[in-house]
């Protein structure tokens, strides 16, 4: 990606920002409220349209591109607040993820696989998604992500509002997804927890890229978490 | 009253019911995927009674036959109608809402001059099965009962289409989280469409059936639009079971009212009804309180 720019009406949430993701990795995003991660990861899917800059994935430049055409290449994103399906069961959410072409084929065997790692969305696929408790709203959110087989899955503040050992258990599964040969870049309000779990990261801040390094080291600069994660210690 | 009587009342008022529930559905679709409410939902009825009307009268094809004929020139109007006009609502949410019920209002008056200059002002409807059942003391008009039978018919597909299909399982989550239907790469420009073509089939479709039990004329649309809109009030919007409650009773009521005071009184209950579920119970009977 390189100096991406995206602005809402007058104000400019990304001011030029570049930054590599290797296939394989785990990236974390790492900022103060407001810094432009969320904004980050919406204009890679498409969701939010960049103003300037390119976005290239698998050596094609995907900026510009619909949500569905993203999701058909192979970058599927997991909303911040989960952005479920109420009215609608645990495997209809599950199955809304394997609308399009890629993954629609293996629906049956990719929902098995997810339900075989959770047995609590097995348990419970025929209730609807409003009814889950935080935890479970997260995992089939994960999941509707992986129904469509990403290559890059983009995850928007998976532990947000959880209880530390449900983050836990969420965060293992990340990681086995991404043993598994899917590429992640994760945006956390827990910061202590996303660098632990990436393998490299990017702090932003208003806007732009600060820092950029090995995961461990940012983890344990402690200038910059007084600088631009709001100082508390882990 | 006596019981006999009550009972027929009953009985025409839920025949009745089951035209009112299709109208109504149509604009739920619609409404849940688009959050437009189509205030030109009535004329496309009223415009689909009257081709049925004329169809029959000129080649003896009766409604029901013609019914796939209707709702598929419905859906295609419905089509053209989203992609031609209300697509071109400014993005912004908040005036998207006033501007599109001026828009809905305008394609409203629309039809109904359109209609006006190819049927005329006349009155029609469809003589067809005009004759009754006699079940013990209750009498049963055939028209009726073939409508009520079609149009549990056709809100029964339309509930295996929405519950049980792909593209159902698409317009529910459109209609439920658009920004995590985009997120899924459902696309949701393709979803309003299709929300507006199978609306306005269904109400297509409903229109032919309504020509079997009233005779309209052009200007019959906002009256059916407030009748479609008073199921919807009624039963809570986004509720199936509750449409179909919601037009049971309206049906009902409307028949008691019609036999209790006249004709012109049993056209001011949907109204009365309306009003009064808005002001007291605005998220419906069988709806969720207002979050």
Redesign the interface.
Known sequence: MRDLRVSYGEFAALQGVSLDVESGEIVAIVGANGAGKSTLLKAI?G?VPARAGTIAFDGRRCDGC???T???RGI????EG???????TIE?NL???A??RRGRGRAKANLAAIYDRLSVLRERRHQLAGTLSGGEQQMVAIG??LM?EPALLLLDEPSLGLAPRIVGRIFEWVRDINRAGTTVVIVEQNIAASLALASRAYVLAEGRVVMAGIAADIARDEGVRVAYLGGAAP | MHPELAAQLTVDGLLLGGVFALAALGLNVIFGVTRIVNLAHGEIIVLAALCAAVVFQRFGITPIELLPAEFIAGALLGAILERLVFRRLPPDPAGAETTSLLLAFGVAYFIVGFSLAVFTGDFRSVAYLTSSWQLGPISVGQSRFVAFVAALAIAGALAVLLRSTALGRGLRAASQNVEGARACGIDIGRMRTISFALGSGVAAAAGGLVSMIYAVNPDSGSQLTLLAFSVVALGGLGSYAGTLIGAAILGVAVSFGGFLGSAQIGQLIPYVIFIAVLLFRPSGILGKSAT
Request: aromatic share 4%; charged share 25%.
């Open positions: 899917a969701l619909s949500p569905r993203l999701v058909e599927a994103m997991t909303l989960r952005q479920l399906f109420p009215e609608m209809d199955l809304a993820g609308e399009i509707r992500s469509s």
